[in-house]
């Protein structure tokens, strides 16, 4: 059973940084077709804010490049955002959602959210 914990979140300043982290179970994050960090904010849609391919490579929404940085480590099974230079505008639940390749196509698998608060 696949299993995603998100952790990390909180209230911070504008200006400031925060790690969002999401641990992986019942799947290797390495063998996956992609890893991606959600957010919500309320009233709003769920927007891709960030991706990391199986392979490695990694792209980002528009309004988050150069501040945020998703990574991964393979020996933790775990993916990371790196979250600096925090906006308001980037008040969210935030979301790990995972997808892996099956012999009928693609699963994909949530976490259960981590909010982040940013104060002006």
């Known amino acids: 059973q696949v299993q995603l914990v998100e952790s990390g979140g909180g209230l911070v300043q504008a200006g400031g940084s925060l790690r969002l982290s999401c641990a992986a179970s019942g799947v290797s994050i390495f063998s996956t077709r992609t890893v991606d960090w959600y957010r919500q904010a309320p009233g709003k849609q769920r927007d891709l804010v960030a991706r990391?391919?199986?392979?490695?490579?990694?792209n980002y929404a528009d309004s988050v490049k150069g501040r945020f940085t998703i990574s991964r480590d393979n020996a933790k099974n775990t993916v990371y955002l790196q979250m600096d230079s925090l906006k308001p505008e980037d008040t969210a639940v935030y979301y790990c959602?995972?997808?892996?390749?099956?012999?009928?196509?693609?699963?994909?698998?949530w976490g259960q959210g981590t909010q982040v608060t940013v104060s002006s």
């Open positions: 990391v391919t199986g392979s490695g490579n990694t």
């Open positions: 959602n995972l997808n892996s390749w099956s012999p009928g196509g693609i699963n994909t698998y």
